[in-house]
């Protein structure tokens, strides 16, 4: 069975959101969970999209999820896998992982 290619996004901004204090910064955690994706899903593909709040989107959909953040419905950096809400403020790899495994990706 071929794995479909996941979508993952990252809503973020440069500034670490007031509650997150000693968390990675947005940037960070998209390169970190890029980095951890690759090394623990080998060949398996996804997108990843680090999508800035604080910058125009062109999205209607994004642009409605950075609202919401902006709006502190959400903290940040957010992570959606395919519209499911994985993760938001402090960024855990389990969760993640559990997410990515349900749309069939089958760890190295």
Same mark, same amino acid.
């Given at each position: 069975?071929?794995?479909? $290619? /996941? *979508?993952? =996004?990252?809503?973020? @901004?440069?500034?670490?959101? @007031?509650?997150?204090? &000693? @968390?990675?910064?947005? *940037?960070?955690?998209?390169?970190?969970?890029?980095?951890?994706?690759?090394? $623990?899903?080998?060949? +398996?593909?996804?997108?990843?999209?680090?999508?800035?709040?604080?910058?125009?989107?062109?999205?209607? *959909? +994004?642009?409605?999820?950075? =609202? %919401? /953040?902006? &709006?502190?419905?959400?903290?940040?950096?957010?992570?959606?896998?395919?519209?499911?809400? /994985?993760?938001?403020?402090?960024? %855990?790899? $389990?969760?993640?992982? &559990?997410?990515? =495994? $349900?749309?069939?990706?089958?760890? @190295?």
């Amino acid at each position: 069975m071929e794995t479909q $290619k /996941v *979508k993952i =996004e990252i809503y973020g @901004a440069d500034i670490i959101c @007031a509650s997150c204090v &000693n @968390a990675p910064s947005s *940037k960070d955690t998209y390169e970190w969970l890029q980095a951890a994706i690759s090394r $623990k899903y080998p060949g +398996q593909p996804f997108d990843i999209d680090y999508i800035d709040i604080e910058q125009d989107i062109a999205d209607p *959909k +994004q642009k409605s999820i950075a =609202e %919401q /953040v902006l &709006n502190d419905e959400y903290f940040y950096p957010l992570v959606i896998i395919e519209d499911e809400v /994985v993760g938001e403020g402090y960024i %855990q790899l $389990k969760p993640v992982f &559990n997410e990515l =495994e $349900k749309h069939g990706f089958i760890p @190295a």
